[in-house]
């Protein structure tokens, strides 16, 4: 439903919502493939340090801890309500929730507005907007932090700790977000799916972002907007780089995210490019550009400047990414444009081969010395904005000694405020750079396109400041 | 060098570069550093089954092998030559290559035509047209099969076996596919870089590629093309799927791909736009999309009409997949639109909020028995043509029985030659299902758009045929 604005008591009950110090689960089950169970389970297996309080009349204990048969038995505080119950019964769990003055209620039961039931939902919607009481759904999976040990929903996984806040539509995506974090170290702070937005909006939990220590980049997943001027007005007051990604664009696109979350998008999708525009945020078109884009703007500062110098033992992934700058409007510019004297200082860490063109190709024989003092000279020089390293294996290539030789480099310049991203394109070996990479702040990819997306992602966030 | 057309006494003599029963190593070397070490290293590491002669005038043994002054010295005879020496001496081991009536001739060594050498490079490949000895390279990485166990080159891995057989300029690009091949089993039947392709051109192995008979698919990364007559005669003698990436097209990357490999594009990228076009191939942007389609046309039939169904856990992976496919000129159909009675049929497999519009969101609750029963109702009904799958893993899916239950109704319905793809966006339960999925020749992919790619992908090749 819509509102005008974020409201105070909302923003300021969400910590309630990610980091409650008790939470009761109504409609908890004893069978471990219910969701009433998984939640209990997920919530003990990732280390949730307050109390848990399963509601169910049926059951004694579940999972060891002592059933309640309604929430108004509880007698201790209650600061979060987690609502899993079939959706008839969800009103008079809301009523119990307002009478034991809890500070927060979740209802992840589907089947409203999403099926045509919007009257229900509404009225829902109205008692605790009355009643002062947020509400974060209904038809969603869940949230949680993995600063806080905190994974509430039905929720397989918890991220790694990392800079990016994802506020997410779509519990499925999110999901998928969530396993690309651990399986990638794609660090977020924390995370909410959002589901039909009934009451809590976008608005909200993005004034809520700008205030978490732990949110460096704010990851924006939309099916359809409520109230986009107050998600303008809250982007407008956030100092974070943030990314939109938003769905249901195409014809058939429109009803699914109706089916979906109950999303209506009656102005089109140029009316989303405009408020996106105003909000001055990002959009993202793909889901991997989304996840790319965001990390970069969460770990490196923004580009201040279109010079970026690009290092790399492979020619074929120099090319992918002077061709995908081009692209994107940003193309590259040969070395000696960029600085006179860059040439000859970087040519001394490359053999005759090399081209020092820019993409500089240090060639395939490359050593860690040579990309430790090419990488040195790229930062240094004082026309430079911006470098991007590729390593691409052959069998004399040293990569987890490059990833760590970047790293040192990246570490000695920080202070220079220039971001740096890397590509590691090739097996195993990659793979586990990129994750060292990534653990050490530096944003990594696999493909030379994806690498590109993100340094022109710092470079729009950079003209946007 | 240019060709006219492909020489039949060069595709001929290829297989000797893929299979050889023996293999001269021509600038071999003791220092485990040197690439003259590391292609012994590589041939032995990954099991190949012919005879190996090291040639080295100031060593014994290498690796265990006897050591041979001159290759003149090899008195049986000769296969393969491999050449890693410094470019001054090429020209000698050339003729002595010769002499010996070698059936094939591989120059690794770089600093040729792209530094300013064509010289040299074109008298060397004269000499080699003369006496009809085939010359790969120069300034290239390598080539391989797995199916033959066959890793020649400065090259760490050897892909998995499987349909798609790459032809690449760059060597680096070659590297990061093989490195990707074992860590998501994209599957293929051989690998070469071509390099300068001085002699042997695209042509030659994509000729060769059609004979092949574990070849499903071909996957071409191009720099520039000396002989596009050659390259589209060759491509529409092919009654296989091929993809081609074209870099090099930025302006900066023309400069680039000649310092590469020695790649001239005087007619700038729209030019070769014709030239795929003509071919009858079908041509990548990005290099993810490379992979993702190659391995789709490799592994499935094509798609014969658009009515394509989606079937997803997730509203979100249903919504970016519609958009994509959208965006990519392929709308989807809602289901009512492909076929009257499959809605009824479908809806048996989905709780009361899901939804059958398509993509059909069966729900996050989807159980094994509830996908298999909507693949199947997909796949069965005559109006279909292909079938698109996602998981989203919520904490109740089951991911590896829902990606085995896709197999089976893949495997019970394949006779209808409908192809199948799936999406499984997620952590290490969906990365393992991925690769169980590829190893049953289903193409899976961890994210919506790149699916969307390869069915848009099928459907292309399919209208082509």
Redesign the interface.
């Known amino acids: 439903m819509k509102v005008e604005k974020a409201r105070p008591y909302v923003v300021k009950n969400l910590r309630y919502a990610l980091n409650p110090s008790s939470i009761a689960i109504v409609g908890a089950s004893r069978y471990p493939?219910?969701?009433g169970n998984?939640?209990i389970y997920?919530l003990v297996k990732w280390g949730y340090r307050g109390k848990i309080y399963p509601v169910n009349p049926r059951a004694d204990k579940i999972l060891g801890f002592p059933c309640y048969k309604t929430l108004r038995e509880i007698k201790d505080p209650v600061d979060l309500v987690f609502v899993a119950v079939p959706a008839h019964l969800v009103s008079s769990i809301v009523q119990d929730a307002v009478s034991i003055k809890a500070k927060m209620i979740v209802i992840a039961t589907?089947?409203f507005k999403?099926?045509g039931r919007g009257e229900l939902q509404n009225e829902i919607t109205e008692y605790c907007r009355k009643n002062k009481l947020p509400l974060i759904g209904p038809n969603l999976?869940g949230m949680g932090s993995p600063y806080e040990h905190f994974n509430c929903?039905?929720?397989?996984?918890l991220p790694v700790e990392g800079p990016v806040a994802m506020i997410?539509?779509?519990?499925?995506?999110?999901?998928?977000a969530?396993?690309?974090?651990?399986?990638s170290h794609y660090g977020m702070s924390f995370f909410v799916g959002l589901g039909n937005k009934a009451d809590v909006d976008f608005c909200e939990f993005i004034e809520y972002a700008n205030e978490d220590p732990h949110t460096k980049c704010l990851a924006i997943?939309i099916?359809g907007l409520d109230s986009p001027e107050a998600f303008i007005d809250s982007c407008q007051k956030v100092d974070k780089p943030i990314v939109v990604i938003k769905?249901?664009?195409?014809?058939?696109?429109v009803?699914?995210?109706f089916?979906?979350?109950a999303s209506e998008n009656p102005n089109g999708d140029e009316y989303y490019d405009m408020v996106i525009e105003k909000a001055g945020a990002i959009r993202a078109t793909?889901?991997?550009e989304f996840l790319d884009i965001s990390l970069a703007l969460g770990l490196q500062p923004p580009l201040k400047g279109d010079n970026i110098v690009m290092v790399?033992?492979?020619?074929?992934?120099?090319?992918?990414s002077?061709?995908?700058?081009?692209?994107l409007g940003l193309?590259?510019?040969?070395l000696k444009q960029i600085s006179p004297m860059l040439e000859q200082r970087i040519r001394a860490y490359m053999p005759?081969?090399g081209?020092p063109?820019?993409?500089v190709?240090i060639?395939?024989?490359a050593s860690v010395i040579q990309y430790k003092g090419a990488f040195q000279q790229a930062f240094r020089d004082p026309n430079v904005h911006g470098v991007l390293g590729a390593i691409?294996?052959?069998?004399?290539t040293d990569v987890m000694g490059t990833a760590k030789a970047a790293v040192e480099v990246y570490e000695s310049c920080k202070e220079l405020g220039k971001p740096f991203l890397m590509i590691c394109?090739?097996?195993?070996?990659?793979?586990d750079a990129i994750l060292y990479l990534r653990d050490h702040q530096i944003p990594a990819y696999?493909?030379?396109?994806?690498a590109v997306n993100a340094m022109v992602a710092l470079y729009r966030y950079g003209m946007k400041k």
């Not at 769905?247 to 696109?253: A, F, L």
């Not at 790399?312 to 992918?320: I, M, P, Q, S, V």
């Not at 193309?331 to 040969?334: W, Y």
């Open positions: 493939t219910k969701v998984k939640v997920e589907s089947a999403e099926i999976v929903g039905f929720i397989p996984y997410s539509q779509s519990g499925a995506n999110l999901l998928a969530l396993g690309t974090s651990q399986e997943y099916e769905v249901g664009r195409s014809k058939i696109g009803k699914a995210a089916a979906h979350t793909t889901w991997q790399t033992n492979g020619g074929g992934a120099g090319l992918l002077c061709d995908h700058f081009e692209r193309p590259l510019r040969e005759m081969f081209s063109l820019n993409p190709d060639s395939g024989t691409c294996p052959t069998a004399v394109q090739g097996g195993a070996e990659c793979r696999p493909t030379a396109e994806q």
